[in-house]
């Protein structure tokens, strides 16, 4: 009996391969058998033999945006994959409110479903498993969206593809989710990765068992991303954080993460991350603050980062933010300036640069600071310190892309804060009407 040619259920009809690239195709077969790929865009055969393991692997090169193609795998018997297009895959990543669909209610859901016939993006949905070892395979198909597959598919990730789709004109866009509500970071990653590090460790241990996932690292990650590492993505959005709210060490978590995404990819690809929105929490005043705080310094920490902050588009009291449009569209924004080179246009949020002292001032510079601005002309959100580390409302003007604090009970000033609450929405924005990050200068 001989063994037929298979492939991971990751390639089939309708998917998206990344264009301009040498893209791995890799499946089973016999041990010895040859296997011949030809790729309907070019008519090129490529020849390689399974390996010992029953394994094979071929590397082809795709062309510029575009199909639809075939491409044919051969051994004993013959594979055929249709409907294949060539353009940017994307992989959608992390807890609930990445997972959330127009089926859950987000805004203007059945509207935006109804119009979501498109052809040119297509979905992968990564079933929610577990595993205590690495997989090698999953259950899903690629589909093309539809006003049914839309309505299941992640919100973010369909109107990011959507703005992409405005931007590169006509490339094919491919999204892959692989999501699972109320999850922690240390699932989606190797479980050695949490394991060999001892803060890693001392942190994962603190999560609590809970009804609606897995909490003990790696699970997700060997069941929902292992199987498809390796198959070519133009970078990684993720939403998650919420899960891990409590923790004082989440930028050197989800940094392990990103890292190990990476060296798993061997592709030091960018990774586009959304700031979780200001929201109530338990009896901590700063538990959700201090993860936002923790994602803002992310971005010095991991190269080929980006953030979106949302608090102005947050719900406070909801901890599922209904307007996914807005997320979706700054990620993609946040995409077309740094991966696309394409948007000239101011993305990033105001971001915490520096600040100085002079006598009894302190003077904050930001990144991303042109046509800086507060929402009600002034603001009451920042604060100053002394040494003592007792933080007082100061007050605060706007002169040269810099905000000049002052505080009549603190008359030197040595820390500065800003936005510092759980459901504090930020009241200062850029001129891309971008809120900016909380921030401490304590850490």
Same mark, same amino acid.
């Given at each position: 009996?001989?063994?037929?040619?298979?492939?991971p259920?990751?390639?089939?009809d309708n998917?998206?391969?990344?264009?301009?690239?040498?893209?791995?195709i890799?499946?089973?077969?016999?041990p010895k058998?040859?296997?011949?790929?030809v790729?309907?865009?070019?008519?090129?055969e490529?020849k390689?033999v399974?390996?010992?393991?029953?394994?094979w692997?071929?590397?082809?090169?795709?062309?510029?945006?575009?199909?639809?193609?075939?491409i044919?795998?051969?051994?004993y018997?013959?594979?055929? #994959? /249709? $409907?294949?297009? @060539? =353009?940017?895959?994307?992989?959608?990543?992390g807890?609930?409110?990445? +997972?959330?669909?127009?089926?859950?209610?987000?805004d203007?859901?059945?509207?935006?479903?109804?119009?979501?016939?498109?052809?040119?993006?297509?979905f992968?949905?990564?079933?929610?498993?577990t595993?205590?070892?690495?997989?090698?395979?999953?259950?899903?198909?690629?589909?093309?969206?539809?006003?049914e597959t839309?309505?299941?598919?992640?919100?973010?990730?369909?109107?990011?593809?959507?703005?992409?789709r405005?931007? #590169? /004109? $006509?490339?094919? @866009? =491919?999204?892959?989710?692989s999501?699972?509500?109320g999850t922690?970071? +240390?699932?989606w990653m190797?479980?050695?990765?949490?394991?060999?590090?001892?803060?890693?460790?001392?942190?994962a241990?603190?999560?609590?068992?809970?009804?609606?996932?897995?909490?003990?690292p790696?699970?997700?990650?060997?069941?929902?991303i292992?199987?498809?590492?390796?198959?070519k993505?133009?970078?990684?959005?993720?939403?998650?954080?919420?899960?891990?709210?409590?923790?004082l060490?989440?930028?050197?978590?989800?940094?392990a993460?990103?890292?190990?995404?990476r060296?798993e990819?061997?592709?030091?690809f960018p990774?586009y991350?959304?700031q979780?929105?200001?929201y109530?929490t338990?009896?901590n005043?700063?538990?959700?603050v201090?993860?936002?705080?923790s994602?803002?310094?992310?971005?010095k920490e991991?190269?080929?980062?980006?953030?979106?902050?949302?608090?102005?588009?947050?719900?406070?009291?909801?901890?599922?933010?209904?307007?996914?449009?807005?997320?979706?569209?700054?990620?993609?924004?946040?995409?077309l300036?740094?991966?696309?080179?394409?948007?000239i246009n101011?993305?990033?949020?105001?971001l915490f640069?520096?600040f100085?002292?002079?006598?009894?001032?302190?003077?904050?510079s930001?990144?991303?600071a042109?046509?800086?601005?507060?929402?009600?002309?002034?603001?009451?959100?920042?604060?100053?310190?002394?040494t003592d580390?007792?933080?007082y409302?100061a007050?605060?003007?706007?002169?040269?892309?810099?905000v000049?604090?002052?505080?009549?009970?603190?008359v030197?000033?040595?820390?500065?804060?800003?936005?510092?609450?759980n459901?504090?929405?930020?009241?200062?924005?850029?001129?891309?009407?971008?809120?900016?990050?909380?921030?401490?200068?304590?850490?």
């Amino acid at each position: 009996m001989m063994a037929n040619v298979s492939l991971p259920n990751i390639f089939s009809d309708n998917m998206v391969l990344q264009r301009n690239s040498e893209v791995k195709i890799w499946g089973w077969g016999n041990p010895k058998e040859e296997i011949k790929l030809v790729s309907g865009w070019n008519n090129q055969e490529y020849k390689t033999v399974a390996n010992n393991q029953a394994k094979w692997e071929i590397i082809i090169k795709t062309p510029e945006a575009g199909g639809p193609f075939t491409i044919s795998i051969k051994g004993y018997n013959e594979v055929v #994959l /249709k $409907n294949i297009l @060539i =353009g940017e895959v994307w992989l959608c990543s992390g807890q609930s409110n990445m +997972e959330m669909s127009a089926s859950w209610g987000i805004d203007d859901g059945e509207e935006e479903a109804k119009n979501a016939t498109n052809p040119n993006i297509r979905f992968f949905t990564v079933p929610k498993l577990t595993a205590e070892n690495p997989q090698n395979n999953l259950l899903g198909n690629w589909t093309e969206s539809t006003p049914e597959t839309m309505k299941y598919f992640s919100a973010v990730g369909y109107f990011f593809a959507k703005r992409l789709r405005e931007e #590169l /004109k $006509n490339v094919p @866009i =491919g999204l892959i989710s692989s999501n699972w509500g109320g999850t922690p970071a +240390e699932i989606w990653m190797p479980a050695e990765v949490v394991n060999n590090d001892a803060v890693l460790l001392e942190n994962a241990k603190k999560l609590n068992e809970q009804e609606y996932g897995p909490r003990q690292p790696g699970r997700a990650y060997n069941a929902m991303i292992h199987p498809i590492v390796g198959f070519k993505i133009a970078g990684t959005l993720w939403y998650q954080g919420e899960s891990n709210v409590g923790s004082l060490v989440y930028d050197k978590t989800l940094g392990a993460l990103i890292t190990s995404w990476r060296k798993e990819w061997k592709d030091d690809f960018p990774f586009y991350y959304v700031q979780i929105a200001p929201y109530k929490t338990g009896s901590n005043n700063f538990s959700n603050v201090t993860v936002r705080d923790s994602q803002r310094k992310l971005l010095k920490e991991v190269s080929k980062t980006g953030m979106v902050v949302i608090s102005d588009i947050s719900d406070t009291i909801d901890i599922h933010p209904k307007n996914k449009k807005s997320v979706g569209i700054r990620l993609a924004d946040l995409a077309l300036a740094d991966t696309y080179k394409v948007n000239i246009n101011l993305a990033n949020s105001p971001l915490f640069k520096s600040f100085k002292i002079e006598k009894n001032k302190l003077i904050v510079s930001f990144d991303y600071a042109d046509g800086l601005y507060f929402k009600n002309k002034v603001s009451n959100q920042f604060e100053v310190a002394g040494t003592d580390g007792v933080f007082y409302p100061a007050e605060a003007s706007i002169k040269n892309k810099e905000v000049i604090l002052t505080s009549k009970k603190v008359v030197n000033p040595a820390k500065v804060r800003f936005a510092w609450g759980n459901t504090t929405q930020s009241d200062l924005f850029n001129k891309a009407n971008l809120p900016a990050s909380c921030f401490t200068s304590e850490f």
